[in-house]
């Protein structure tokens, strides 16, 4: 079954390799300075962040006596957080954006969300990357621990890619669906300890961040890179779970809604 959903993607790989490649050229076709804003914009993010927060404020993490520990806490957050965000607000309305490619041609629609990846992962890995040259230029890069951040990376897309295609679906049929999503993820990031560690929070309010799927990942990347710690794995069962339940459900609408997408759009 799995093979039968995913062959035709493959025989289709040159028109998801070429989409991605054109949308990545569109962003910045008709600014003087090009692909360069894909360095620009995250390397400005980075410092303003680390030169903010270390230098002129002075922000330190509890129990953490370095420099750069809350902008390297900050930075994990907001760069995870800004990949999950990506994918599921464009999944979420991917179906929507090329309606007239859907009824006008004939194709796997589950390429659609496979090219929304492969262009979110492509701006993370020059965000991360750059993140990364950070870490080695100021002395923190957490070793061997960095490794687990693959796993992380794989169970974040699953869940991301689950939670779009589900959405994406029901946001045909049911337009308030984007918007009540958009809201939601406003609550969401600021409920997740991303700009603040956890341990600010009241004693009786930290067990909820148990049932936060996003919280367990984000504290993951943070162990990794703030403390050069593996992660706790078994405090991702939540968010595992989730995205086998999110890519089940997504695909079963899909395909059995895929006829009925194409006349409501």
């Not at 907001?78 to 309305?93: D, K, S, Y």
């Not at 974040?156 to 890619?161: C, E, L, P, T």
């Not at 600021?190 to 603040?196: D, R």
């Not at 961040?209 to 939540?238: F, K, R």
């Amino acid at each position: 079954m799995v093979m039968r959903i995913f062959r035709p993607l493959w025989a289709y790989r040159g028109f998801i390799l070429g989409s991605v490649k054109r949308e990545f050229q569109s962003k910045y076709s008709n600014s003087l300075l090009g692909a360069a804003w894909t360095i620009i914009q995250p390397l400005a993010m980075i410092i303003v962040y680390t030169v903010i927060f270390s230098q002129v404020m002075k922000a330190k993490l509890p129990g953490i006596d370095s420099t750069f520990a809350y902008s390297i806490y900050l930075c994990a957050g907001v760069i995870t957080w800004g990949l999950f965000a990506e994918i599921t607000g464009r999944a979420q309305n991917i179906f929507l954006e090329h309606a007239n490619l859907l009824k006008k041609l004939s194709f796997p629609r589950l390429c659609l969300p496979i090219i929304v990846v492969l262009n979110a992962g492509l701006n993370f890995s020059i965000t991360f990357g750059l993140f990364t040259i950070f870490l080695l230029v100021t002395g923190n890069f957490p070793g061997w621990a960095f490794l687990a951040i693959f796993p992380l990376l794989l169970v974040q897309i699953a869940f991301s890619i689950g939670l779009g295609i589900t959405l994406g679906v029901l946001n045909v049929f049911f337009r308030d669906v984007g918007q009540l999503f958009n809201v939601v993820l406003q609550f969401w990031f600021w409920l997740t300890p991303i700009v603040y560690p956890v341990t600010i929070l009241p004693e009786t309010a930290r067990p909820l961040m148990d049932w936060n799927p996003m919280a367990s990942l984000v504290s993951g990347y943070q162990t990794i890179l703030v403390n050069g710690q593996w992660p706790h794995w078994e405090s991702l069962w939540l968010i595992t779970m989730l995205a086998v339940v999110f890519n089940v459900i997504g695909l079963h609408l899909f395909r059995t809604r895929a006829g009925e997408m194409v006349d409501e759009l």
